[in-house]
């Protein structure tokens, strides 16, 4: 594992300057310029947002290629973009057509259900999904320069990112406990490569910025993401699936900010119109949940 | 003197503020992360980070930050600004076209090498190493800003091609890359003399 290459340092260099940032899905232009507006520090492309995937169902694949397109000759910031797992040639579009992250996601429906992308031959960075520490190295081996705790995508509901979130903290709490020689069984466990289970052992934390995703709907959601750990959020359906979009997109941007601030918080979530509906976790069925897409 | 004591603030509204206060600490130097106008108060330096300059643009309005931090570097204070800072800074952002603090005498232009796939580490040209205190500098660009022009009382510490990349006026120290991201930058070293090192 080289992560002292120039092309890796780009990549998660690149996921560096996101840290602190809301990334924002968007489905077309309008919604791209209403979240730069807002203060996003990137946005999404995709052809419709998680909240919409569930309840129409249906194969869901890459966005159109002139949808990405507009999206990208509106705004300034970054624009990512999201292949299905395994979906190497979409991967491949993605990078040609010049994203500048390509999310390979769970909310998509698989292309592969055994192998990822493997992320190392592409110049364009790759940010993947994980539940737990084990899945979120194994991206990493296969070249992931960002990692995001995968919640439950379009559900408007916090706990599976809570879940997410407070595993892998648990795990490389745990991971610091150990001596070497217990290191070996370790990796064994969490399925992982040796040489990066040693290096989040000795580092505390994973080698790349972990973000947070999956179920945020409202600044205090985003802000609890922050508390947990995360460095940055992304949010999906929430802001274009609530009955106020800028402002939501605002009031968001600012509580991961100053999440340390409950007082900003407060003032940020004071006068929202409705939050998106959501969804009970315990009425999905397993096939339901996007989460348990890839291992 | 303020409560910060003899500490460098860090913007630390959105961006790659952490790797900043990463290199200050190896260098000696205590960071405080800056959100609000009172966070300001007694700092001997200030670092704009790389990250989303319209993000932190939006995040600046309406909390005083704005006139609090341009106050300071009139008067004087130490700062070092990268990428996003750069713009920040600028007397005029252009591609596209958005406001600045108008205090570093330059034309920017965003973006201008490229997206993400056109990111790349660079070895650049030192025009001044007794200043740098280094004859080689490495160069993290990542959706990097270009300097279009420059005033008379800017000097080019660096460049990329014919491009300034490394800029001095004054108490300002700007460059269009990432030396928080090089280890053991120059760039760094350089700032952490300016402000010097914590007792």
Not at chain 1, 195 to 222: C, I, M, Q
Not at chain 1, 239 to 257: G, L, N, Q, Y
Not at chain 2, 64 to 93: F, M, N, Q, Y
Not at chain 2, 149 to 159: C, I, N, T, Y
């Amino acid at each position: 594992m080289n992560f002292s290459s120039p092309e890796f340092r780009v990549k998660v260099g690149l996921a560096e300057m996101l840290k602190g940032g809301v990334i924002m899905d968007v489905t077309d232009a309008s919604q791209a310029k209403i979240a730069e507006d807002a203060g996003a520090a990137a946005v999404m492309a995709l052809e419709r947002v998680p909240a919409d995937i569930r309840s129409e169902g249906g194969v869901a694949r890459m966005a159109a290629i002139e949808k990405i397109d507009q999206i990208m000759q509106t705004v300034s910031i970054p624009v990512m973009a999201k292949c299905r797992i395994g979906h190497i040639a979409e991967a491949r579009v993605l990078e040609t057509l010049g994203v500048d992250f390509v999310d390979e996601s769970e909310v998509l429906t698989p292309a592969d259900e055994e192998n990822h992308v493997w992320k190392h031959d592409f110049k364009v960075p790759f940010v993947c999904g994980c539940r737990n520490l084990g899945e979120a190295l194994r991206r990493i081996a296969e070249g992931a320069a960002m990692i995001r705790t995968k919640g439950e995508a379009g559900s408007g509901n916090i706990v599976e990112a809570v879940r997410h979130l407070r595993a892998v903290r648990r795990e490389l709490r745990r991971l610091g406990t150990l001596e070497g020689e217990e290191l070996i069984p370790a990796a064994k466990e969490l399925q992982a490569p040796f040489e990066l289970v040693r290096y989040v052992a000795s580092e505390g934390k994973l080698p790349v910025p972990n973000f947070a995703a999956g179920g945020v709907a409202t600044p205090a959601d985003a802000a609890l993401c922050m508390m947990l750990g995360a460095e940055s959020v992304f949010v999906g359906s929430g802001i274009f699936k609530s009955e106020d979009p800028a402002r939501r997109a605002k009031a968001v941007v600012k509580a991961v900010t100053h999440w340390r601030e409950p007082q900003v918080v407060l003032e940020a979530s004071r006068g929202l119109e409705g939050a998106m509906r959501g969804l009970d976790i315990a009425k999905l069925t397993p096939e339901e949940m996007l989460s348990r897409r890839g291992w | 003197m303020g409560s910060n004591g003899r500490r460098v603030g860090v913007l630390a509204l959105q961006g790659d503020f952490e790797a900043h206060a990463r290199a200050l600490a190896a260098r000696g130097v205590s960071a405080v992360e800056v959100r609000d106008p009172d966070d300001l108060d007694g700092v001997r330096g200030l670092v704009l980070p790389g990250g989303e300059s319209t993000t932190m643009l939006t995040l600046m309005e309406g909390s005083g930050l704005r006139e609090r931090v341009s106050e300071l570097v009139r008067g004087g204070l130490p700062v070092l600004a990268t990428c996003a800072g750069l713009i920040l800074l600028a007397r005029e952002v252009r591609h596209p076209a958005q406001a600045s603090l108008g205090l570093l005498d330059a034309v920017v232009d965003r973006n201008a090498y490229g997206r993400q796939i056109d990111s790349a580490v660079v070895a650049l040209e030192v025009c001044e190493p007794g200043e740098l205190g280094a004859d080689r500098l490495e160069g993290v660009f990542i959706r990097a800003p270009r300097v279009r022009e420059v005033g008379g009382d800017v000097r080019v510490l660096a460049r990329y091609g014919d491009d300034p990349v490394l800029v001095r006026q004054g108490s300002l120290l700007a460059a269009t890359f990432h030396p928080e991201l090089s280890p053991g930058s120059p760039v760094i070293d350089l700032f952490a003399r300016t402000v010097g090192r914590r007792e």
